[in-house]
């Protein structure tokens, strides 16, 4: 959410509204509307404020906002009038994602609170209204305040370092709706994109998406599979990515911090209009992203949180030697290391008993979370962080050429499972911590039809648990995180399952799907013996083990 506040107050209270409900510089002023306002104006939430047919009640609601000012004889020097807009991105302005007028009001109301400008303060509320009159010229859904900063009792409010305060405002906004976090903005969730990595992919017609979204994507998928720092490490380097440590200052013993980079892919050199000559085909430099630039969850410090015997000695030997191995590698070497593509084969696959299994881990989940409050956001988020790796971990097996649904539900369940500073960390209890296992299945997907009937199973359960996390999002007042969680799990995954199950039956000596996916019993192709899972170890899935 964009806060913008006006580089210069105002003294004109009756102008300023004959403008917001006014057709606008551009006529793209429509339906004008308050969407909230102070009690003491006695305008009720919705009433309509459209200057060509009612410009008296305009004139007048101006007017009595600025009554009592006029009455006590009070200037403001600099102006008393404050002008605050808020806008959510074109992408968020669509019908399906803009916020409903009850939260716009809501979030006009959070900023009035956490301004001071109301009574709650302790101090005599300021008069405000808030106006809604349709989309800007860029398409960006938003709302304009207005607040009188002299208060009901004549002293004036303060809004000393408005702009940092309301950027933290507006951070809060995003996350209590789900809202994409401005770019640059600390502690806001997920961080945006820059102009300069947006124009790098419209530049270069072999990128899918931006480098920064398929790192996020990639480290994710490693982490979620990962069982120790070391074994994250050199799954980093299995799915087309180049690790880098930041050790501490002065002692390469300790690692702090980490960066990545996509590996570079030689074969796809990039040529624009501008280059020309022996200039053509020149390569971009590759983009270096810390941890916690991708997600604040993907710091090497969060990351530890879900590896307990980081901290052991031996633990801490084994992630410094594959962080000095990888330092040692170098950066620069195109022949180092896996491009970025589809993940490395692991060296052992898994039968469809061990897909079941997997099923059933994410079961457990969802009847450990059915008993959880949606208010323990902790738990939640550290299911929702989990079941992102599970479906990135996938994404990275079948769809690492380009980004599909599961890399789709992975980004969006990423998105839903962040937390503030504020707020307990998300956390990783009893069967959360058996996803570890399933994101170590789904790095052994085939695209081949013998792991289909396998595949359906775990997508089916993998559904019904974006669906839990969905309502939990819901019965917290998290509309857009629901509605976007709504979109992967009945739109781009439900497309794939049936896909998948179109596959499977035309697919010969497998069994047909029955009603309920989770039925179906897996019967391997003729000739080919049904596969017995590994023992449990360090390279294999361990469910039920805590």
Same mark, same amino acid.
């Given at each position: 959410?964009?806060?913008?506040?006006?580089?210069?107050?105002?003294?004109?209270?009756?102008?300023?509204?004959?403008?917001?409900a006014g057709p606008g510089r551009h006529n793209e002023h429509v339906n004008q509307r308050v969407i909230a306002a102070a009690d003491t104006l006695g305008v009720d939430d919705g009433t309509p404020l459209d200057l060509a047919t009612n410009r008296a009640a305009v004139v007048e609601l101006g007017q009595a906002m600025d009554s009592h000012r006029r009455a006590m004889g009070v200037e403001m020097r600099g102006g008393h009038v404050w002008h605050l807009s808020l806008s959510l991105s074109a992408k968020e302005s669509t019908d399906e994602r803009k916020l409903s007028d009850e939260q716009w009001a809501q979030a006009v109301r959070y900023v009035v609170e956490k301004m001071a400008f109301d009574d709650d303060s302790g101090r005599a509320p300021c008069r405000w209204v808030a106006v809604h009159h349709g989309k800007s010229v860029n398409g960006n859904e938003h709302v304009h305040l207005a607040v009188n900063l002299v208060r009901e009792d004549g002293t004036f409010a303060s809004i000393f370092r408005d702009r940092v305060?309301?950027?933290?405002i507006a951070a809060d906004l995003e996350r209590r709706f789900g809202l994409q976090a401005v770019p640059g903005r600390?502690?806001?969730g997920m961080p945006g994109l820059s102009r300069s990595e947006i124009e790098r992919v419209k530049r270069d017609p072999t990128k899918a998406e931006p480098d920064r979204i398929r790192l996020a994507r990639a480290v994710r998928a490693a982490a979620g599979a990962a069982s120790s720092e070391a074994d994250f490490v050199q799954r980093l380097r299995g799915v087309g990515v180049i690790p880098r440590p930041r050790y501490e200052k002065g002692d390469r013993t300790k690692v702090v911090g980490y960066s990545v980079a996509l590996?570079?892919?030689s074969k796809h050199p990039v040529k624009t209009a501008q280059q020309a000559g022996p200039k053509a085909g020149k390569t971009e430099p590759m983009l270096w992203f810390g941890g916690g630039r991708l997600a604040p969850d993907l710091s090497l410090t969060r990351l530890r949180e879900q590896w307990p015997d980081w901290e052991t000695e031996s633990e801490q030997r084994a992630a410094l030697n594959e962080w000095d191995r990888t330092a040692a590698r170098g950066t620069m070497s195109r022949t180092e290391g896996k491009p970025a593509g589809r993940a490395r084969r692991p060296s052992r696959t898994y039968g469809p008993q061990v897909w079941q299994e997997a099923a059933q881990a994410v079961g457990r989940v969802r009847q450990q979370l059915a008993a959880i409050a949606p208010e323990d956001t902790a738990l939640w988020a550290g299911a929702a962080r989990e079941v992102a790796g599970v479906l990135a971990a996938w994404s990275a097996q079948l769809e690492a050429d380009r980004p599909g649904p599961l890399a789709a539900a992975a980004d969006a369940l990423a998105r839903s499972a962040q937390?503030?500073? #504020?707020?307990?960390r998300a956390r990783r209890e009893g069967s959360i911590r058996d996803l570890r296992g399933v994101a170590m299945v789904c790095f052994a997907a085939s695209n081949g039809d013998r792991g289909i009937t396998g595949q359906l199973v775990l997508l089916?359960?993998?559904?019904?648990?974006?669906?839990?996390?969905q309502e939990a999002h819901r019965a917290r007042g998290q509309a857009q995180h629901a509605m976007a969680l709504a979109r992967?799990?009945?739109g781009e995954l439900t497309?794939?399952?049936?896909?998948?199950?179109?596959?499977? #039956?035309a697919a010969p000596g497998t069994a047909r799907p029955g009603p309920s996916a989770g039925s179906i019993t897996p019967i391997p192709a003729p000739g080919r013996p049904p596969h017995t899972p590994p023992a449990p170890g360090r390279g294999g899935p361990e469910f039920g083990r805590g």
């Open positions: 959410m964009i806060a913008k506040v006006s580089p210069q107050r105002g003294d004109n209270t009756v102008g300023l509204l004959l403008y917001l305060r309301m950027s933290t600390k502690g806001g590996h570079p892919d937390t503030t500073r #504020a707020q307990p089916q359960q993998m559904i019904r648990m974006i669906e839990a996390l992967v799990s009945r497309d794939l399952q049936s896909s998948l199950a179109a596959r499977l #039956a």
